[in-house]
């Protein structure tokens, strides 16, 4: 095994379990029409919550992608055969984590217009929402990698592994929409924006580390 | 192609379980080491232990006189390990299965390999519609692919059928012919193979 071997497989398998990628996808939707459905359809409600209806959806769209990301390498004994492949497991790990984010999130930025127009969203931020999205989301997917790693042995470990993630999901959402509402109120957005770039920055170089020492416990 | 393991003074505990104690053997080319014991009794943690994701208490392990207790990572590129499951991935076809772990082998050799383990008209088809055994040759057929001098092989003769035995032994005599050395845990007798035993016992 190399890494580029590695990366194929990985991609390969993504690829043909197309109903994860679709079920990620639905759900994102899903979550979005529920508000004007479910809360108020009216511009004035819609347009200044846009942003956070949006980033909710995504991170509980990306919690679903990551919560089992290692379940079946587990299984099937593939994690063994990584940690005795003597490649780094931070490097597989992270390259794992970038083909996951790749997958989930391009659909749903092609989706994105659309929804966006729906909540009254002003076309012309669009751009700000899809920056906070790529400059936020690789945290969200490197911090749940490691909660995926750490209960990736334990029978039941979705809600645990919730429990330990959505805590530190928090100010990643927090920085995307306050970047979204400063310009929607026309004010400078580009120090969320840096914030977001660093957590994710931090996340990228950390959670591979994290991830795999967790999946090396995990393993004895 | 000499190699030469040693291990020494090896103690292993689980859960508060003692597996062994002061347990030294040695490992050199052209031999073949069965590790014995009842069910549980920890032949497939020791080989965890020597390949360095089960912790030891105590112990000492050297690779060509280098020791190596520490970092692991000069004998992880010179074995091969398979364990009880093999890491085969389902959602693959055979042929991509062994595209993963051997990327530098060719086609003809491929083919080779799949003809020694009785899966060449298996090519292409989704490692998901195999069965147990099949996917065991499989993970098999990486013997064939890549030249590793240490084989590390934890039950490898479970769910195999008469033929995939007498071909894993042959390979497995030519591995030990070839100056590489076997590491094997099995309940099976071995036909044609004289192992040193090392037995675990609590």
Partial sequence: ?220 | MSVNLQINNFWIERNERQLCRDLSFSVSDGELVRIAGDNGAGKSSLIKAILGWIPIEEGLIRLNGEDITHNRDLLLFDQIYLGHTPGIKSILSVNENLRMYCPNASEVALNEALQQVNLELFDDTPAAQLSAGQKRRVALARLWLTKKRIWFLDEPFTALDAHGVAALEAKIQSQLESGGAVVITTHQPLYHLSPKTVELTP
């Fill in chain 1, 1 to 220: 095994m190399n890494y580029r071997s590695f990366l194929k497989s990985e991609w390969l398998t993504l690829v043909r379990r197309k109903q994860d990628t679709i079920n990620a996808l639905l759900f994102f939707v899903m979550v979005i029409l529920l508000f004007p459905l479910g809360v108020d359809p009216s511009k004035a409600f819609l347009e200044p919550a846009s942003g956070g209806i949006v980033w909710c959806a995504v991170a509980l769209s990306i919690l679903m992608a990551v919560e089992s990301m290692y379940k079946e390498d587990f299984n099937d004994g593939s994690l063994e055969q990584w940690l005795t492949s003597g490649l780094s497991l931070p490097y597989l790990v992270f390259l794992k984590v970038f083909v996951q984010w790749l997958v989930v999130i391009v659909p749903l930025l092609l989706v994105l217009p659309l929804l966006a127009n729906m909540l009254f969203f002003p076309i012309e931020q669009l751009m700000v929402m899809i920056s906070t999205l790529l400059l936020g989301t690789p945290a969200l997917f490197f911090i749940g990698a490691i909660g995926s790693a750490l209960t990736v042995s334990l029978r039941r470990g979705a809600v645990l592994m919730l429990l330990l993630i959505l805590p530190l999901y928090i100010p990643v959402i927090i920085f995307a929409t306050g970047a979204i509402r400063a310009a929607q109120s026309g004010m400078s957005y580009s120090g969320q924006l840096a914030i977001l770039a660093a957590i994710s920055l931090t996340a990228l170089v950390l959670s591979p580390l994290m991830a795999a020492l967790s999946i090396k416990a995990s393993m004895n």
